[in-house]
């Protein structure tokens, strides 16, 4: 069983910048892929970014391209997710989640794991 707990989430404004974080327990992070989803009030939930089990690998949401970067440190537990130049519409509860997989975690429907949710609201 693994436990994730995401934590950094806050209050931003435009164009401000955050570094989320998750950390796992339970078990080590050394063979799963690691995703962030994201949802927004009345909307669904949606796919932000993801790595491999190694960080050789990572993908990310058109939305967020060139603006987050996903990394781990695996002898820490921990992925991160820094969010810069962020919008508006980046506002959302982000959700860590993991997969026992030496590829990506790109669908929601792929998790194992999920974490708690942290909040980030981006105001003008």
């Known amino acids: 069983q693994v436990q994730l707990v995401e934590s950094g989430g806050g209050l931003v404004q435009t164009g401000g910048s955050l570094r989320l974080s998750c950390t796992a327990s339970?078990?080590?992070?050394?063979?799963?892929?690691m995703g962030w989803f994201r949802q927004a009030p009345g909307k669904e939930r949606e796919f932000v970014a993801t790595?491999?089990?190694?960080?050789?690998?990572?993908a990310y949401a058109d939305s967020v391209k060139g603006r987050f970067t996903i990394s781990r440190v695996n002898a820490e537990n921990t992925v991160y997710l820094q969010m810069n130049s962020l919008k508006l519409e980046d506002t959302a509860v982000y959700y860590c989640?993991?997969?026992?997989?030496?590829?990506?975690?790109?669908?929601?429907?792929?998790?194992?794991?999920w974490g708690q949710g942290t909040q980030v609201t981006v105001s003008s």
């Open positions: 339970g078990r080590t992070l050394t063979s799963y892929a």
């Open positions: 790595i491999t089990w190694s960080g050789s690998s990572t």
């Open positions: 989640a993991a997969r026992e997989s030496r590829g990506l975690l790109l669908s929601q429907w792929s998790a194992a794991y």
